[in-house]
């Protein structure tokens, strides 16, 4: 008897010790409760809508007459068109659902460019249930940036936070309007900053866990102080929902883009001038260089900036303003983020030894396709650095264009689909290509909803191949 009592009191001792254990574990985790009472009122959610036209068969009978509704039940709208009759142009209303967050008093929204491109009507929705229409000041598709502007006034605003103090690891929080169930509230960690994602070579994104669905787009990140530190943007995924990577643009870099469409309706990046490509393990050996880092120019605007300042195809740019250039596509964020007329500091490798150069960046040319440092970057989306085909290869294949693939990024779109170095593209999507910044611009607008064909020359022989970019 004395030992089960004896037994009893340990076990009550031991559930006890256990009990207190979880309670300071649970202690150490982070309430959000307050964060989202002073938060929420500021977090808005945006619907808009257009009108498209879309060409489809005709469903009227013979004579003019509409069809009888039991045969609309069994084909819809896919009743075939009978002999002789062609199809109609019909307009369809399309609809979408994003989020955002109030920046002024007076009226002032930051969301995604894409929740709102091609927009014919914005609505924002307030917290208190206001519906109001608002006006586009401007967007940014590279930084898929967008302000808007709402009639109203003693609008609740959130605090903006320092995303370049921003650590792996913290907790954050976001609100939003997933699958149109607003000011939804999830939570999770920073898993890494400054990731460079393949089609936005702009962005230094910042990589959490935390849940983001459809809907979230352009709705604020918070850290644990209340600040917003981020928009929501993008998410990885194989399933078309959430998987455990998210990705928020800082809130630094959007607001320096939302402060040039306020006052200028369009952002001004500084213009090299260049080609960039990837430096691989074995050009970084060719060079002379320990490590492969870096953005290798390829080729030059011969009236650019880095051309007029002493740059050379073959130089390596491992530095700007002192700043590492630790991968090719971390080049043209560095840059971009510079003022036009502003000068450089480009620490570049040079027949193996280090030099300093100084340059004087240019503006974007006027058409936004233009710009020889997207070369590698704004293809980065398919995953390629090309080149110019030589006169002599021309002729041998009996072609007027082309460009030529040098080299493919491991993983990449390009290489999923079978694209290889030494590869001549000369038309993507059907439209032809000659040069590099034709084919950046042809890849900004192509879309990611279906496959989209190439057509190459590899030894000697034509042939097509098809992508689907993610």
């Not at 039940?73 to 009759?85: A, E, K, L, R, V």
């Not at 460019?113 to 249930?129: G, S």
């Not at 605003?157 to 939804?184: C, M, Q, R, T, Y």
Request: with cysteine.
């Amino acid at each position: 008897m004395r030992r089960s009592v004896v037994s009893y009191s340990l076990w009550l001792c031991l559930t006890a010790l256990l009990m207190l254990g979880q309670t300071a574990q649970a202690q150490n985790l982070p309430d959000f409760t307050q964060l989202v009472e002073q938060a929420a009122p500021g977090v808005v959610n945006i619907s808009t809508s257009r009108t498209v036209q879309r060409s489809g068969p005709d469903i009227r009978g013979f004579g003019g007459q509409d069809i009888p509704e039991i045969f609309r039940h069994f084909f819809g709208d896919n009743f075939p068109t009978p002999p002789g009759q062609g199809g109609r142009e019909r307009s369809e209303e399309r609809q979408s659902l994003g989020s955002g967050f109030v920046i002024s008093a007076d009226g002032y929204v930051m969301t995604n460019a894409h929740v709102v491109q091609d927009a014919d009507e914005i609505l924002v929705r307030l917290n208190d249930r206001r519906e109001l229409p608002a006006e586009l000041i401007g967007s940014d598709q590279q930084t898929d940036v967008a302000l808007l502007k709402i009639d109203a006034n003693n609008l609740p605003v959130l605090n903006l936070g320092n995303s370049d103090d921003l650590k792996v690891g913290e907790w954050v929080a976001a609100i939003g309007s997933p699958f149109g169930f607003d000011h939804s509230v999830t939570a999770g960690i920073v898993s890494a900053i400054n990731r460079t994602l393949p089609s936005d070579a702009y962005v230094p994104f910042i990589q959490t866990d935390v849940a983001i669905n459809p809907g979230n787009s352009g709705g604020p990140l918070f850290n644990l102080d209340g600040e917003v530190i981020g928009i929501n943007s993008q998410i990885f995924t194989r399933s078309g929902g959430f998987m455990g990577l998210s990705f928020a643009i800082p809130i630094n870099v959007a607001m320096n883009v939302a402060d040039q469409l306020r006052e200028d309706g369009h952002v001004n990046r500084g213009w090299l001038g260049v080609m960039i490509q990837p430096v691989s393990r074995d050009l970084a050996e060719s060079f002379g260089m320990e490590n492969a880092i870096g953005a290798l120019i390829a080729d030059l605007d011969p009236e650019g900036p880095a051309a007029e300042g002493g740059l050379q195809a073959g130089d390596v740019i491992i530095a700007v303003n002192g700043e590492e250039v630790d991968r090719s596509s971390t080049l043209p964020r560095l840059i971009g983020r510079v003022a036009p007329g502003s000068d450089v500091s480009l620490s570049v490798i040079r027949d193996g030894e280090e030099v300093e150069e100084t340059v004087e960046l240019g503006s974007w040319p006027e058409s936004e396709q233009a710009g020889a440092e997207r070369g590698a970057n704004d293809q980065a989306r398919l995953g390629v650095s090309v080149g110019e085909v030589s006169d002599e290869l021309k002729e041998r294949l009996s072609i007027d264009g082309g460009v030529e693939v040098r080299q493919v990024e491991s993983g990449s779109v390009a290489a999923e689909a079978g694209i290889m170095p030494g590869d001549i593209l000369v038309s993507v999507d059907h439209r032809s290509v000659s040069t590099a910044d034709e084919l950046a611009g042809i890849v900004e607008e192509l879309p990611s909803d279906r496959a989209i064909p190439v057509r190459l020359y590899r030894e000697g022989r034509s042939l097509f191949i098809a992508l689907r970019l993610e």
